[in-house]
């Protein structure tokens, strides 16, 4: 099987797999009598874009399958039309010294068929490559720069950022509530014109400094003005690219700073010590937020391993889950346990895994964007990329790492 033919297989398995979960999650709902959540659209919009990218491939390989069946006809036909002009005699082997000997007397009597296969058996042809022919040979260049990174932000994305007022600003939060209680004393009975509890509000605040990141090179002139693919979106886009990374990565560490007390799914996780610990977690996180934001399972690449098989999703035997999928094979969405969203980000270490509420963290953020400016003295152009990202943490309980013990 050729590497064109493994490749169709392997898309057109996956595509079948996307199919199975995406009917399984409607069947899911339809079996409960009910509409689809939020996470279960989510996940259905996932399946639906990558059954779309899987179609395109598809039809692109299919036409380039053709255009491959094409050459190959058009070359037997023309080895079929070189053959028949080919003297009978140009391959030549002689099974003894013998039979060559033979020829060669018939030869010197005026044989010409003698003379045709001892000229053949004993002529040294001139091979022509490629090498020999670099004046005419093209350097084409095909498809898109291969680069291997992932420029998503699942984090930043699930919880969402607020303009960068300045340089440093401060988030404002209550550290005390007004008090109200039973009219009278020690909560007796209510007692006509007793006095009634009073207790002042507190508002405090953090700091919040806005932190850049950035990069820029210096691109000549020449790079610029010759090389296809246009070297200045590769650059850029590059630079985007890792800014993206860079800051999704805060925001993995942000997490990791949170002081909430860490809750353990078993150093053998099942579905049951996973779902345990989800419930537990929520529990703290509700009492630390009061319900205030959306919860959020954010997991390390790594984590995936230890949470997916748990969770098939495919007529999933736990009701906990619609289940998890391998196929969404980014960052992003990758399903969904006990209603709530889980997402994996490279951003987080490895092992690292997080539920906590998108109100107890606070992201801001001032996008600078593409830089440049023409530098003549060495005829090229100077770019960078910038931008202003920082982040604050509200309520600490309101994150709580989960761990393998």
């Given at each position: 099987m050729s590497a064109l033919d493994s490749m169709i297989r392997k898309l057109e398995g996956e595509l079948d797999e996307k199919k199975q979960g995406y009917e399984a999650i409607l069947s899911n709902a339809g079996e409960q009598g009910r509409d689809t959540n939020d996470t279960e659209k989510a996940t259905l919009g996932e399946l639906t874009n990558r059954m779309s990218q899987i179609n395109e491939q598809l039809a692109e390989y299919d036409r380039t399958d053709k255009v491959i069946g094409q050459f190959t006809t058009r070359a037997k036909e023309l080895d079929d039309a070189i053959s028949t002009r080919r003297s009978p005699v140009e391959a030549v082997s002689y099974r003894s010294a013998g039979e060559y000997a033979v020829d060669v007397w018939k030869a010197g009597t005026g044989s010409q068929e003698a003379r045709n296969r001892l000229e053949v058996f004993s002529r040294a042809a001139a091979h022509q490559k490629t090498s020999d022919n670099l004046g005419i040979v093209p350097d084409p260049i095909v498809g898109d720069v291969i680069n291997?990174?992932?420029?998503?932000?699942?984090?930043v994305n699930a919880i969402g950022t607020s303009d960068?007022?300045?340089?440093?600003?401060?988030?404002?939060?209550i550290t005390q509530n007004p008090s109200v209680a039973v009219q009278g004393s020690a909560g007796a009975a209510a007692d006509e014109k007793a006095e009634l509890v009073s207790q002042k509000m507190t508002i405090g605040r953090s700091t919040v400094t806005a932190v850049t990141y950035g990069g820029y090179?210096?691109?000549?002139?020449?790079?610029?003005?010759?090389?296809?693919?246009g070297i200045m979106d590769i650059v850029l886009e590059g630079l985007a690219g890792q800014y993206a990374i860079q800051t999704e990565a805060a925001v993995g560490t942000k997490l990791d700073a949170s002081t909430g007390t860490p809750v353990g799914y078993g150093a053998v996780p099942t579905a049951a010590t996973i779902t345990a610990a989800v419930w537990s977690v929520a529990a703290t996180v509700y009492t630390a937020v009061k319900g205030q934001g959306q919860l959020v399972l954010a997991l390390a690449?790594?984590?995936l391993a230890a949470f997916g098989p748990l969770f098939p999703p495919i007529n999933p035997q736990?009701?906990?889950?619609q289940g998890l999928f391998a196929g969404n094979f980014n960052q992003g969405v990758v399903g969904g346990l006990s209603g709530i969203q889980v997402i994996m980000s490279a951003g987080l270490a490895s092992g690292k895994a997080f539920l906590f509420s998108t109100s107890a963290i606070k992201l801001f953020e001032q996008r600078v964007g593409a830089m440049s400016i023409l530098e003549p003295s060495v005829f090229g152009v100077q770019v960078g990329y910038a931008g202003y990202f920082s982040s604050a943490i509200t309520s600490n309980n309101g994150i709580i790492e989960l761990t393998a013990t």
């Open positions: 291997f990174i992932d420029t998503a932000r699942p984090l960068m007022p300045a340089a440093t600003f401060y988030l404002p939060s090179l210096n691109v000549s002139k020449q790079d610029i003005d010759f090389s296809s693919p690449p790594d984590r736990s009701g906990q889950s």
